[in-house]
């Protein structure tokens, strides 16, 4: 990832993305297994294989987000049955935060974390197949997202699967541009049913070790503006 310095004033930008990069491409995905009534997480960058036997594999690997991500409507699950093959597949969580699989039927999913998503699928399957063995994993994250904007290497939308800080951010946006001033950051916070609210956060203060406490982790739907 590339980093522009701003001058002299951010010489930490490059250190900064650096650190954030290796948060952002850390240990994370959610990959939940059952097996013999028991649940047994893992945490990956990849998705978790099966043996070779039968010839079948786990779908596409998850994304990297933490074990307590709660699902949400667009957000894109990878459903694999062992040695099902009509049973494994990948499924987008619908507006209505449902999803529809064969044998289980409709299921309420938004607001459950893969592992809660997974025992529900074991379940519902219990009444037809003996001692099913499920993986369910987060393939793509698209119910919860910030935006970054402004004088910021890397501007647009980013998926928030995991705690992510102001500080996080900037940095996975590839650090400010020359000029950008760095001490007048907004982040632009949506309120139900009233104006949005706007927060603060000077970089120069936070990376003295002052002022920490505007280093907020980001909230769905956060816009954050680098003037």
Known sequence: METRRLGHRCTGAVVLSGLALSLATGPGAVCAGFAGGRVAVSQAGTSQRRPAEGGQQSPTPARQVTDDYTIGPADVLAINVWKDAELTRTVTVRPDGKISLPLVGELEVSGLTANKVQALIVQRLAAYVTDPQVTVMIQDVKSQTY???????????????????????IAIAGGFLDFAKVSKVKIIRPRAGGQPETLYFDYKQVIKGKNSEQNIVLKNGDTIVVP
């Open 147 to 169: 935006v970054i904007v402004g004088k910021v290497a890397k501007t647009g939308s980013y998926e928030l699967g995991k705690p992510t800080t102001v500080l996080e951010a």
